[in-house]
């Protein structure tokens, strides 16, 4: 029966253990993950020669294709792309090129 009990003590102690680093530990990968979130950053872009309701969806993926593009979002009433993007990963001249390559010219024209 004494076994029993300090088997008994024992779990409850890990338990108790656990639940203590159950409780820190959500703020510690909190803490982390704020750090390694990148700073996303938003460029608007003029884009030329759409005409049609199927030009934006060619700048949209052409934008969108790139490493580091969060969203893309093309205004075909107002020829514009804005785009949220990872600095890291990509740059607005690249972003813009994309949009040259797919035949929309694009120039930045704001932040």
Do not use: H, W
Request: aromatic residues 2%; proline residues 6%; neutral net charge.
């Amino acid at each position: 029966m004494k076994r029993l009990s300090t088997l008994s003590l024992a779990a409850a102690m890990l338990s108790v253990a656990g639940l203590g680093a159950a409780l820190i530990a959500p703020a510690a990968i909190a803490q982390t993950q704020t750090e390694a979130a990148p700073a996303l950053q938003t460029r608007t872009f003029t884009i030329e020669n759409m005409t049609c309701p199927t030009c934006p969806i060619t700048v949209k993926l052409a934008m969108s294709g790139l490493s580091g593009v969060a969203s893309v979002n093309v205004d075909l009433d107002a020829k514009t792309a804005t785009v949220v993007f990872d600095p890291a990963l990509v740059t607005p001249d690249e972003l813009a090129k994309a949009s040259t390559n797919a035949g929309y010219p694009a120039k930045i024209t704001g932040s």
